[in-house]
């Protein structure tokens, strides 16, 4: 017999599903998504259906290889075409779409490319290639940082030194910021629980004080997402914005503390650019210079040609909310999980990947 989970209880779906159409009811209602893992489990569980008309979901920049701008890619492609590098990277950045090129067709024309679960894993094959040097691709929010960081700190305890990270991390307060000043109607944010188990739910306390958007942060189950559904439509319908926490079995109001602590010590903030949403002030975390002797980015000069979008693909539109998949005249021809055109078509987090696998545009 199938275990069900009490987060995915049936009967729990269908009272809080019928709760939101209640409270929403003769109501227009825009909430996003920030995170591509709620993008993806809202369309595993079939959780739109389940919603009124009126409550529209829009899926933000929360999938890191989405928001992976293009240059980065470009480089990470100028990097592994340099003899004697291995690239250690994520599988998903493999087939992401660069100016020319992707990780995957330089693998096949020979370059070393090797896919890592973590960048532990990345640390552990440069201790045994001495006289190459193990670039590992490092994207990611507030949630893989830390991690990284760790094994930087590791790669300088242990003197290894043909280890480096390509850093593009990035963090999501700017973002949503830079969202709630854009033109694309938000009415509040559900926000990412993977995330805020690191920093807390207090990270989004600007987004409520500077632009009275509600933001409660939301587990991943069918009933976490509906929690939180409907505990931010009880805000804006009530015009009482406020950052709640849905996910306390895991979100603690200081987060992580020691994660916290690493990231700030191996990383500090910088601009860095998103895909669709430009270069944000403060938006990234670049590798202090006590650590600059694994920062790739310092230490390997590669010259990379100006970088151009995918033609065609409207990725940027739909990482911001300003349309849904099925508005981009590439979506489903050609573009498709299996010849795919754009990032948010890569991924297993993708917004473009979601409305396809779930077959959004057959309904
Ligand atoms: S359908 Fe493909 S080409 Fe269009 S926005 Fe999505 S990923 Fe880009």
């Avoid at 779906?13 to 909430?31: F, H, N, P």
């Avoid at 529209?56 to 990097?79: N, Q």
């Avoid at 004080?209 to 804006?236: A, H, N, R, W």
């Avoid at 590439?330 to 987090?349: H, K, Q, R």
């Amino acid at each position: 017999m199938k275990y069900v989970s009490e987060f995915q209880d049936r009967n729990a779906v269908q009272y809080l599903a019928a709760s939101i159409r209640e409270r929403v009811a003769g109501k227009d209602l825009t909430i996003m998504e920030v995170c591509g893992t709620h993008t993806m489990a809202i369309a595993r569980s079939g959780l739109r259906e389940l919603l009124p008309d009126q409550l529209t979901l829009i899926s933000g920049p929360g999938c890191p290889v989405c928001v992976t701008d293009v240059s980065y890619i470009d480089r990470a492609i100028a990097l592994s075409r340099m003899h004697g590098t291995v690239i250690a990277t994520f599988g998903d950045l493999m087939r992401v779409p660069g100016s020319d090129s992707t990780l995957e067709k330089e693998r096949a024309n020979g370059a070393d490319i090797r896919i890592v679960t973590s960048a532990m894993d990345a640390l552990f094959m440069a201790g045994q290639k001495a006289g190459q040097r193990v670039i590992f691709l490092g994207i990611g929010f507030e949630t893989t940082i830390p991690t990284v960081g760790v094994v930087i700190q590791s790669a300088k305890s242990r003197h290894i030194r043909n280890f480096y990270v390509l850093s593009s991390h990035k963090i999501m307060p700017p973002a949503m910021k830079a969202l709630c000043e854009g033109d694309v109607r938000i009415d509040g944010f559900l926000c990412p629980g993977h995330v805020s188990t690191i920093t807390g739910p207090a990270i989004y306390d600007d987004i409520v004080k500077q632009y009275g958007k509600g933001c409660v942060v939301t587990g991943f189950e069918p009933t976490d997402i509906l929690s939180g559904i409907l505990m931010l439509s009880k805000q804006i319908l009530a015009k009482t914005p406020a950052v709640e926490n849905q996910y306390k079995r895991a979100v603690l109001p200081d987060g992580n503390p020691r994660a916290k602590e690493v990231m700030d010590e191996v990383f500090e903030s910088c601009d860095t650019p998103w895909r669709g949403l430009g270069t944000i002030p403060a938006s990234g975390l670049k590798i202090r210079d006590a650590y600059a002797s694994w920062d790739a980015s310092v230490q390997i000069a590669v010259p990379v040609k100006e970088s151009r979008e995918p033609h065609g693909c409207r990725c940027g539109d739909v990482l911001t909310g300003r349309i849904q998949p099925e508005a981009c005249p590439l979506f489903g021809n050609p573009c498709t999980p299996d010849y795919p055109a754009g990032a948010c078509m890569v991924s297993s987090e993708g917004t473009c990947a979601a409305h396809y696998k779930y077959g959004f545009h057959r309904k």
